[in-house]
């Protein structure tokens, strides 16, 4: 319930935001000009959600496999879809030696759940269904329509700055400095709406992980699947797979580029360095009290996923 009150906190934010600047903005520039902006702006998020699925398609190298050919991951993703009460989504094995997994589509009829040649090879059956639940969940939340919708304000932001200060340089040179300033104001909302967007995108990740949970998965596996991907994608962190992968990494269970800075903070949970957080360690976290350096606590700002010790301290207290 916590999670759902704060996403829908943020949607109430950024939309008054968007309220404000276009009806403060519009009043100034006439409406007209705001209209032809901002309709450029939803044409050009709709034209990427559309050609979504194929640039993911074509980024992670998905070969998409039938039930003959990988009979044990079609039987998980048939069944959590069954669970989920969705259909069952098309099933694709990535050629990447990247350990992770992923989901995209644009509806819930149109799912697709992908692994990664990396992570078949890294997980046990009951971690990587944790992983599977955690995509499936991503699909019954209709993430990736949700977080398309939210990121085309900071672009109207940034439209608005562009045409208000290129608009105000015809105009006298008070009413010039006058578009200067709110192009600047303009500039810093787009900053702001980013990171808006950014802090809900990792929301979702912490619904996702709840939802892979309520699928009937225990917390440990899912929490022992995130630390082994974050070993996993950190010894391949200077690939030229990751350097690949950096610009659709959020569709990631992980951001792998920020493996190499959470393995340290994580070896204070495996406190018996045997490679998996089992059901006593992840409890044994419940109780204690994070304590994050200011630097990652900044560095997660800027991220599309939540800092990864944060994120299975949430999933300690989803153990009963």
Not at 22 to 48: C, D, E, K, P, R
């Amino acid at each position: 319930m916590w999670l759902q009150t704060r996403m829908f906190l943020l949607l109430v934010v950024l939309f008054g935001i968007l309220y404000g600047v276009i009806t403060g903005v519009g009043t100034w520039m006439g409406v007209g000009s705001m209209v032809v902006y901002i309709g450029i702006a939803f044409i050009f998020l709709g034209f990427q959600y559309l050609i979504s699925t194929w640039i993911v398609g074509r980024s992670m190298k998905i070969k998409w496999v039938s039930e003959k050919e990988a009979p044990e991951l079609h039987r998980m993703v048939a069944e959590l879809a069954e669970q989920a009460h969705l259909p069952k989504p098309r099933v694709g094995v990535s050629q990447l030696s990247i350990p992770n997994a992923f989901a995209f589509g644009r509806t819930r009829r149109d799912g697709r759940v992908c692994v990664t040649q990396g992570i078949l090879k890294l997980l046990n059956r009951e971690e990587l269904r944790a992983v599977l639940g955690h995509e499936m969940a991503h699909v019954k939340h209709r993430d990736m329509m949700i977080l398309t919708l939210i990121s085309v304000i900071p672009l109207i932001m940034y439209w608005i700055a562009i045409s208000v200060m290129w608009g105000g340089a015809g105009r006298s040179r008070g009413s010039g400095n006058y578009a200067v300033l709110i192009g600047i104001g303009a500039f810093l909302l787009y900053f702001i709406t980013n990171l808006l967007v950014l802090y809900g995108s990792r929301i979702r990740e912490y619904y996702a992980d709840l939802g892979s949970v309520r699928l009937g998965n225990m917390p440990h596996h899912l929490a022992t699947a995130l630390y082994k991907l974050v070993y996993g994608n950190a010894r391949q962190r200077n690939s030229e797979e990751m350097k690949r992968v950096g610009g659709v990494k959020a569709f990631f269970v992980n951001d792998p580029s920020q493996s190499w800075h959470e393995i340290r903070e994580l070896s204070q949970v495996d406190r018996d360095m045997s490679g998996t957080i089992d059901y006593n360690e992840l409890m044994a976290l419940r109780q204690k009290e994070l304590r994050l350096r200011t630097s990652d606590k900044l560095m997660e700002v800027f991220t599309t996923h939540p800092n990864m010790l944060k994120r299975i301290k949430h999933l300690s207290t989803l153990t009963t």
